[in-house]
């Protein structure tokens, strides 16, 4: 009945009719399938031939999951590490990738060794994730290969180490991993564990946007940096409907200030004001990012701190997000509101009992540097 659902809902050797999938998959279901459950959760979380429900899809993920099924396994330990539609839960997440780690999923392994070494983890065992991503990838696993190299550049494994995350990105890259080469391009552009090199930059960027338009907009900023603004507007005005938040607002920016888009004010406005409709977290990725990083080109304390403040006086706010808006104020210039917003941040996130994003107490040298009258700058 599983299977027989499957060709129904690709359309395989029979006309595709959602209808019949979900009622093969719901007899399997009832007959205690392992994996019906799954590819029926599939089917509300996408919303084929029903309407999407995602509070479903997850109980059906759950009872798939429960029964054994690997791929489902898979599924529930990412969502409860992230928080996608579920609320997070690091250790039972760890719990449903081992079970697919011990079933054979490499890729469950990846996402338990990530668990593992999380500042948020109450278990947390950082050499063991280590060793475990290791062993990966040094029997070739490329997904292994681009995670070490995230581990070491924020962090993870003690203090960042820029010149390892850059060996281990080196790597990935080479197996063709998109964003091992947009990170190295990063590398590159702010001279972190290398000699600063903007053609190599832009080489590592063109080759990662090739397979992926997520580093479309550092291609775009590093053209701006160099001062080639039509060629980042070209870049950039390529995809602007499937473009990010943040990507709409370098692109609008771009074009009120440059004046090199066929658009005219009011569009680039509205798209300059793009990350004004998302919801809090992401606000406070767009920014985290406008206000921390160092080229002028990027860096817009003042907007930053307009996207998250009204956020920042909420009983639930997150220490997170008063950290951007003490980043946000020092970056506008404003040093000692940056300083006491800072303090604030930090007993908060004392008061959570949880330790730093990083683990080289980021927190407190964000400060420290506030105190010295200087603005927090990222990478390194």
């Not at 330790?355 to 506030?370: C, F, H, I, K, V």
Request: hydrophobic residues 40%; contains cysteine; proline residues 3%.
């Amino acid at each position: 009945m599983n299977n027989l659902g499957l060709l129904y809902l690709a359309g395989e050797g029979v006309k595709q009719d959602y209808a019949k999938a979900r009622d093969l998959f719901e007899r399997a279901t009832a007959a205690s399938s392992p994996y019906a459950p799954c590819n029926l959760g599939e089917m509300y979380l996408a919303g084929q031939g029903v309407a999407k429900d995602e509070k479903r899809a997850v109980a059906l993920f759950t009872k798939s999951a429960d029964l054994g099924n690997m791929v489902c396994q898979v599924h529930m330990g990412e969502r409860l590490a992230e928080g996608i539609g579920i609320e997070i839960d690091l250790k039972q997440a760890y719990l449903y990738l081992d079970r697919a780690a011990q079933q054979g999923s490499t890729h469950a392994k990846v996402v338990s060794a990530m668990i593992l070494m999380s500042p948020d983890y109450a278990e947390r065992d950082a050499e063991r994730g280590r060793r475990l991503l290791e062993d990966l990838a040094n029997a070739g696993d490329a997904e292994s290969e681009f995670r070490l190299g995230f581990a070491y550049e924020v962090g993870r494994l003690g203090r960042r180490d820029a010149v390892s995350a850059r060996k281990w990105y080196e790597r990935a890259a080479a197996h063709g991993i998109s964003d091992a080469q947009g990170e190295l391009g990063m590398f590159y552009a702010y001279g972190m564990g290398v000699n600063r090199d903007f053609d190599a930059a832009a080489n590592w960027l063109e080759k990662a946007t090739a397979g992926t338009e997520d580093y479309n907009v550092e291609l775009a900023r590093l053209y701006m940096h160099r001062g080639d603004f039509k060629r980042a507007a070209d870049l950039l005005g390529k995809n602007v409907d499937g473009m990010s938040s943040l990507g709409k607002h370098v692109y609008g920016r771009l074009c009120l200030e440059q004046m090199v888009c066929s658009m005219n004010r009011a569009q680039a406005q509205a798209l300059f004001d793009a990350p004004l409709l998302l919801e809090p977290n992401k606000k406070n990725n767009v920014a985290w990012f406008l206000a921390v990083f160092p080229t002028a080109d990027s860096a817009d304390g003042v907007y930053a701190a307009r996207l998250i403040e009204p956020y920042t006086a909420k009983r639930d706010a997150s220490w997170k997000w008063v950290g951007t808006l003490a980043a946000a104020y020092a970056r506008s210039g404003d040093i000692p509101r940056a300083i006491t917003t800072q303090k604030r941040a930090n007993e908060m996130q004392r008061a959570a009992n949880k330790q730093s994003a990083s683990s080289d107490g980021a927190p407190e040298a964000m400060l420290q540097t506030y105190q010295t009258g200087k603005p927090w700058e990222l990478p390194y």
